[in-house]
């Protein structure tokens, strides 16, 4: 079945806008996508017909949306290859992980190691500094290659009987490379460490099977995959998320609570304090329903396609550096134009209307290691065309000239 983005595109709203007088051309869907009209109404129908709190009540509303809440649980769950009650609904991505570091924490002595990667989004840094901060654990940079892979070798290298806890990007938002991670898990798992991928790029792309990975925890974000802000999911074996502490303390995460002691509730609930992002979530589930519909492999395939066009328009131009040029990369087209400001590029392009993102991609440890401080980033997705790829190149000849 072919994939027709122009069919596509009629379901997004806001694709039909003009900026600065011309059409837009979304190119920045890697921060953040654009939600079909399925996920808009989704939210706008809960809010309008059956929206009250989850869990509590015993009226027809409470009922409805509780069913609808973990109706949505199911969707992500079958998304990914799990078990509803592997699924915890977080914030997103961020929290996600800060959830599991600080749970993993009490488990960890001066001098235990993480293993990361130098291409993690800040995302996958900053909560495990914070355990090195507090706990004296060694964090480690699994190095990446020129090309934008990451180094394997090294990874097996810096995998020691220390190592605790493996935690990777299974794509990179800034490289677009997509790791070997059902191996790398592996060789973590064989090390005696656990395991945790971050998703965000990669399930919005391929289909993921978190049994086939066999990995402990796996994240990612609702508003990354055409969903809602505010929702994001962690997948977690069971047996990992019954070993894991509550992360926050609220209603709902109880089982029972006397003036003297607690006891928690199994999990997910556990995790999910307070009242949860219902709305987000049963957008989260629409959008879920609505990428199940579509033929994943075409939409990948035409994914690729507007990337290799791009670099092939690209081919000539000397005074353009591409980071990331791993085999078999998604398309992310991360760059950098002779004699200009990644900043200045973003700016120009958005003057033809052209939507690119500019900065360290919440990766400085990355740019670092390419010496550079920002780049311009397009990334691309299942609702752009090639006629928007094509006005993305033209503008891009023109922001050189510029500068030239
Ligand atoms: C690879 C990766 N990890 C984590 C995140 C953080 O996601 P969020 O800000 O939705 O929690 C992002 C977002 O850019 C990302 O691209």
Redesign the pocket.
């Known amino acids: 079945m072919a994939f027709d983005a122009d069919a596509i595109r009629a379901e997004f709203p806001i694709l039909a806008r003009r900026v600065n007088g011309k059409p837009l051309v979304y190119l920045d869907s890697?921060?953040?996508a654009q939600k079909p009209r399925a996920v808009i109404e989704a939210m706008v129908h809960a809010m309008e017909h059956s929206y009250a709190n989850v869990h509590r009540g015993l009226h027809t509303l409470a009922n409805e949306t509780t069913e609808a809440y973990e109706s949505a649980r199911k969707k992500v769950a079958t998304f990914i290859g799990a078990q509803p009650t592997e699924i915890v609904f977080t914030?997103?991505?961020?929290?996600?992980?800060n959830l599991v570091a600080s749970g993993l924490a009490a488990g960890l002595r001066p001098g235990d190691e993480i293993l990361l990667s130098e291409m993690?989004?800040h995302?996958?840094i900053v909560p495990w500094h914070f355990l090195r901060e507090r706990l004296g654990v060694v964090l480690k940079f699994t190095p990446v290659t020129d090309d934008g892979r990451l180094d394997v070798e090294a990874f097996k290298a810096l995998l020691t009987e220390r190592t605790k806890i493996v935690a990777l990007?299974h794509?990179?938002?800034v490289l677009g490379t997509v790791n070997p991670v059902a191996k790398l898990v592996g060789l973590a798992h064989d090390a005696g460490a656990l395991a945790l991928l971050?998703g965000?790029?990669a399930i919005v792309h391929e289909p993921v099977d978190v049994k086939a990975l066999d990995v402990d925890f796996y994240?990612f974000?609702g508003?990354?995959l055409y969903g809602p802000?505010g929702i994001?999911a962690l997948y977690g074996k069971a047996e990992r998320l019954a070993a894991l502490p509550p992360y926050q303390g609220g209603g709902e995460m109880i089982e029972t609570v006397t003036l003297e002691a607690i006891t928690y509730a199994e999990p997910p609930r556990r995790f999910e304090a307070g009242t949860p992002p219902i709305l987000e979530a049963i957008g989260l589930g629409a959008a879920i329903d609505w990428l199940a519909g579509l033929d994943r492999a075409a939409v990948a395939q035409h994914e690729h396609a507007l990337y290799d066009h791009v670099r092939q328009r690209l081919a000539g131009a000397n005074w353009l550096r591409v980071l990331g040029e791993a085999p078999g990369k998604g398309a992310i087209l991360s760059f950098l134009v002779d004699g200009a400001h990644a900043h200045d590029v973003a700016q120009i392009l958005d003057g033809y209307g052209i939507a690119v993102r500019a900065g360290a991609?919440?990766a400085e440890p990355l740019m670092r290691r390419f010496g550079v401080t920002s780049s311009a980033r397009a990334s691309f997705a299942l609702y752009n065309t090639r006629e928007e790829a094509d006005a993305f190149v033209d503008a891009l000849y023109k922001t050189q000239a510029f500068f030239a």
Request: glycine share 6%; charged share 15%.
């Open positions: 890697a921060a953040s914030k997103g991505a961020t929290e996600a992980i993690e989004h995302a996958n990007t794509m990179s938002n971050d965000c790029q994240v974000s508003h990354k802000t994001g991609h919440c």
